[in-house]
């Protein structure tokens, strides 16, 4: 069974950058898939950026594009999130994801995804 551990978050500036890690302990599959949420205060948890443990395809939420970039290490099997550009309105929980069962539904939701870590606080503030 995976567990996920969420690592590297804290207070930042505005425009500065965060890398956030998501430490998978257990055998991981090509056919999974791993993904960042976020949730604000008093908001519902948003998607952010996913893709296959395998590689290839990259997902983000449109506010997420060309700041944010997810990426995974296999030697590592750790799954990563680099925030570049950093606002205020970025400042929740962040969550890592994973799909152990390949479930059929969109990577954009969170009932894709039967594993959660425990998530990591990122402030954005001056």
């Known amino acids: 069974q995976v567990q996920l551990v969420e690592s590297g978050g804290g207070l930042v500036q505005p425009g500065g950058s965060l890398r956030l890690s998501c430490a998978a302990s257990?055998?991981?599959?090509?056919?999974?898939?791993m993904a960042w949420f976020r949730q604000a205060p008093g908001k519902e948890r948003e998607f952010v950026a996913a893709?296959?443990?395998?590689?290839?395809?990259?997902y983000y939420q449109d506010s997420a594009k060309g700041r944010f970039t997810i990426s995974r290490d296999n030697a590592k099997n750790t799954v990563y999130l680099q925030m570049n550009s950093l606002k205020p309105e970025d400042t929740a929980i962040y969550y890592c994801?994973?799909?152990?069962?390949?479930?059929?539904?969109?990577?954009?939701?969170?009932?894709?995804?039967?594993?959660w870590g425990q998530g990591t606080q990122v402030t954005v503030s001056s």
């Open positions: 994801a994973a799909d152990t069962v390949y479930s059929g539904r969109s990577y954009y939701t969170p009932e894709k995804y039967n594993t």
């Open positions: 257990g055998r991981m599959f090509s056919r999974y898939v």
């Open positions: 893709m296959p443990w395998s590689g290839g395809s990259t």
